[in-house]
Every structure is written in structure tokens, then in C-alpha cells.
């Protein structure tokens, strides 16, 4: 299913608002009910006021009613095995667990599965704050 989900991230990065940068980026995710949100990144002439495509992407999926996120896919323009900023590395794992799977894509589709774990051991988490 991990193709799928590339590929609704590759059709996100296609609709990038990227004029400053000109670095393209998509991203997709997928529920456990199978719903797909995905996003693309979008910038400002307030450099770096835009933001990323996981931030789009995660702005359709609380507009969409949430749940548990099990799967990511992220794809650049021009960087094969884009991963996610630091800022949205911490934005992801605020839904999803360490072992969400993390799709890492290049033009073709997926080239490396990690999980957020991977990315993010020792990332802050909400359930620290209660």
C-alpha cells in the first residue's frame, strides 16, 4: 500500500507553492481507516513564514476528523530520501507513535522505510505535559 500513498504525495508536491526556494515537496498520510490527507509546501515572501508539506498535511487531517496515523510518505522535487524538518518531525509525532512507518521517497516511489522512532527518539510528546 506503501505506493499509494507515494503517489498521493508525489500529486501534492505537483500543486508546491515554491517561487523563493524552487524545492518542491509533497507529503501523504494515511489513517488506520485508510483515509489519505496529504499537503504540499507553501511559501511567503516572509522567508520562512510558509510551511512545510507534513504541516499541510496535517492540517487536512484534524480537518478531516484525525485518528491514528499508521503511515507517512514524504517526496522532494530534487532530494531523493527527503526527510521530514525538524519542526515537523516534532509536529508528526505529536499523532503518531515510534513505529509509524515513514516512507522515504525519490521520483520513482519509496526508497527506505524508517519509523518515527527512527526520526525523532527522543522527541517531546503530549502525554509528558500531563
Given at each position: 500500500?506503501?505506493?499509494?500513498?507515494?503517489?498521493?504525495?508525489?500529486?501534492?508536491?505537483?500543486?508546491?507553492?515554491?517561487?523563493?526556494s524552487?524545492f518542491?515537496?509533497g507529503?501523504?498520510?494515511?489513517?488506520?481507516?485508510?483515509r489519505v490527507?496529504?499537503?504540499?509546501n507553501?511559501?511567503?515572501?516572509?522567508y520562512?513564514e510558509g510551511?512545510?508539506?507534513?504541516?499541510?498535511?496535517?492540517?487536512?487531517?484534524?480537518?478531516?476528523?484525525?485518528?491514528?496515523?499508521?503511515?507517512?510518505?514524504?517526496?522532494?522535487?530534487?532530494?531523493?530520501?527527503?526527510?521530514?524538518?525538524?519542526?515537523?518531525r516534532q509536529?508528526?509525532?505529536e499523532?503518531?507513535?515510534?513505529?509509524?512507518?515513514?516512507y522515504l521517497?525519490?521520483?520513482?516511489?519509496?526508497?527506505e522505510?524508517?519509523?518515527m522512532g527512527d526520526?525523532?527518539?527522543y522527541?517531546f510528546?503530549?502525554?509528558?505535559l500531563k
Amino acid at each position: 500500500m506503501s505506493h499509494d500513498l507515494y503517489l498521493a504525495a508525489r500529486d501534492a508536491m505537483a500543486k508546491a507553492y515554491a517561487p523563493y526556494s524552487k524545492f518542491p515537496v509533497g507529503a501523504a498520510l494515511r489513517t488506520e481507516d485508510g483515509r489519505v490527507f496529504a499537503g504540499a509546501n507553501i511559501e511567503v515572501a516572509s522567508y520562512p513564514e510558509g510551511w512545510c508539506a507534513e504541516t499541510t498535511a496535517l492540517g487536512h487531517y484534524i480537518m478531516g476528523g484525525g485518528g491514528r496515523i499508521t503511515e507517512i510518505a514524504v517526496v522532494a522535487e530534487r532530494m531523493a530520501r527527503c526527510t521530514p524538518c525538524g519542526g515537523c518531525r516534532q509536529r508528526l509525532a505529536e499523532f503518531t507513535r515510534p513505529d509509524t512507518k515513514l516512507y522515504l521517497c525519490d521520483e520513482t516511489g519509496v526508497v527506505e522505510t524508517v519509523t518515527m522512532g527512527d526520526m525523532l527518539p527522543y522527541g517531546f510528546r503530549g502525554d509528558m505535559l500531563k
